[in-house]
């Protein structure tokens, strides 16, 4: 298959000369079972070049399970990826099996890898090195026929230098580097994918199509797209929803993208008229793709869970006191260390409306009793394993410490 094939098969757009590299690596490592290593912004694609890979591989009929490893909190991950057995925690009422064993001879892609706990870093080397793993709870040795395909926006080798991950299972897993570029780096390709979505979600909302002026094509050019694709493709979809007059100019289309040198030099000014163009309608619509999106990603959860054979759910139903005072401590310790910030639903001014910031926050959210353990240790390293003074810069009692350390398998 050229190129080309690959862009229509995968809905690829542009044509710039780092995405055609970017897709020819791809197309040369995916009949090979070696580990892939994706790199690139947030929204650049990384995911999407997952599912290349696994499609044009011979496991293309085999499970394509993704995992973002930066989502699932530290101590459900190793049931999570390995299953585990009955009784095996608090929680465990049945034995589940594990992505390793539903993807046995399929792909998974570990999103966010890097933040990956050491502990999960051994189980995953193992598995890479052998094919072989444990249940959590089981001695009994397991084999599995997995492809691994790893993605991250931080450098790992920069994790690997402060001792946050395994040198061995980053040499492991970047067997083969594939670095996807930023829109930044790919400015040709931001007017293609434009027309592309704005087209795409004229059609599915039945609206006429939108025409930019070519002050508009600069300005969205120029634009520096820290969301990468995915903003320019809520982009798309905002002014396809919003925009009255279908051919955009330069001040139209400026409402719809985050004034950056205003946000850079004087984050405290809000534009004065900028506010009152937009009409209760527009606010409204607003409101119904809050709404939207907050189903989407209730309907994920509800899915995940159904998934993990209702896991998850039992794992909160049965701790909810361990719940609840992990949100107490973060409130009554505003000035501790542990402060863990819970984002309250903030009303964007319109301008600011970017799904992938918001995405982020939840994922932030989510990895709580990871960042937790990360502190804990921290402090308990910091005061050479003085549980006492420990507990004092983490701005909790000796005794939370203490339940904390056995909570989360600390010791
Ligand atoms: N080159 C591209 N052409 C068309 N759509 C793309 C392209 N790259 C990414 N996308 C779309 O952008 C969104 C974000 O891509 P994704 O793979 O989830 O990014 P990442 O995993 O890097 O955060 C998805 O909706 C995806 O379909
Ligand atoms: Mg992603």
Known sequence: MDIQDIKNRFGIIGNSPLLNRAIDIARQVAPTDMSVLITGESGSGKE??????????????????????????????????????????????EARKGYFEVAN????????????PLGTQARLLRVLESGEYLRVGSSKVQKTDVRIIAATNVDVYD?????????????????????????????????LLFRKFSADFSDKYRSPGIQLEPEAIQILTNYSWPGNVRQLKNIAEQICVLEKDRNVNGTEILKYI?????????????????????????????????????????????????????????????NPQYIN?????????????????????????????????????????LSLVEKESDLIRKALKKHKGKRKFAAQELGISERTLYRKIKELNLS
Do not use: W
């Open 48 to 93: 999407v070049f997952s599912q290349i890979i696994h499609h044009m591989s011979a496991r293309k009929h085999g499970s394509f399970i993704a995992v973002n490893c930066g989502a699932i909190p530290e101590g459900t991950i190793d049931s999570e990826l390995f299953g585990h057995e009955k009784g095996s925690f608090t929680g465990a009422h």
């Open 105 to 116: 001879g399929g792909t998974i892609f570990l999103d966010e890898v890097a933040e990956l």
């Open 325 to 365: 005072q992990l949100y107490q401590e973060v409130d009554l310790n505003p000035q501790s260390e542990s402060t863990f910030t819970i984002k309250q639903p903030v009303i964007h001014h319109p301008n600011d409306f970017n799904y992938a910031n918001d995405i982020e926050e939840v994922e932030e959210s």
């Open 159 to 191: 994790r690997v230098k402060s001792g946050k991950f395994r040198e061995d299972l980053y040499y492991r897993l970047n067997t083969v580097p594939l670095r996807i570029p930023s829109l930044n780096e790919r400015k040709e390709d931001i007017y």
């Open 258 to 318: 985050p004034n950056e040198s205003a946000a850079n030099n004087l984050p405290m000014t809000v534009s004065g008229n900028s506010k009152e163009d937009f009409s209760e309608r527009d606010i409204l619509y607003k409101v119904l793709f809050d709404m939207k999106k907050d189903m989407m990603e209730l309907k994920k959860l509800v899915a995940e869970i159904m998934q993990s054979g209702g896991n998850t759910a039992h794992i909160i139903a049965d």
